[in-house]
């Protein structure tokens, strides 16, 4: 009867400290690594291009974004994309500079795929935004790219490509279909 005791004793002790450690959920253990609920933001590098395989394009951008947002769950999440933005425009052989552009936008993410073993995942991305300074360049732009992040944890190095299109708001500025790639730092 002792024996019996204790063993029943043993047991409900086992059950209750299991019971007062924060449970894991199946996804939890399957993608330890994914994007929580929480706040998130983005820096990096984003350039584009409308000629992507021709070293003397007819426009170019460099820009250095920022990108605070929000993660509702481990595949959706919202963005707020502030960029500075130094444009190049070539005309034949004259080369002209547009710089103090900034840019704000607004972007949607999904990451349907996590991969454990590395601490990322893939993400698709679509957003849009437009100029609030610039005197010449007057547009807006729709996004529609895919990310990969790597690197577990609090931050992840994040590397993307896609299109970009340009509309164009001033008679100096035309419609423009590009390609760009970004690299920067995601922090979760």
């Keep these: 009867m002792k024996k019996t005791l204790l063993i029943i004793a043993l ?29 998130q933001f983005l820096i990096g590098y984003h350039g584009t291009t409308c000629s992507p395989f021709n070293f003397n394009p007819e426009f170019s951008t460099m820009s250095l974004e920022f990108a605070p947002g ?22 034949g052989s004259s080369r002209t500079f547009e710089h103090n552009i900034m840019m704000i936008g607004a972007a949607v993410a999904y990451q349907p795929f996590v991969f454990p073993y590395i601490g990322g ?11 609030v300074t610039g005197e010449s360049s007057k547009y ?24 970009r299109y340009y509309q164009s708001m001033a008679p ?14 995601r922090f979760n």
Excluded: C
């Design 11 to 39: 047991a409900f002790a086992s059950v209750m400290s299991a019971s007062a450690q924060e449970p894991q959920t199946l996804e939890k253990k399957l993608w330890p690594h994914a994007q929580e609920k929480g706040f």
């Design 70 to 91: 929000y993660a509702f769950n481990r595949v959706l999440s919202v963005r707020l994309p502030i960029a500075g933005v130094y444009e190049l425009y070539q005309n």
């Design 121 to 131: 995942g893939l993400e698709f991305v679509a957003g849009f935004g437009g100029t």
């Design 140 to 163: 807006l732009y729709y996004d529609l790219g895919v990310d990969f992040h790597f690197g577990g944890g609090l931050s992840d190095i994040n590397f993307g490509i896609g299109f």
């Design 172 to 185: 100096a500025f035309k419609n423009r279909p590009t390609m760009y790639t970004s690299i920067g730092y």
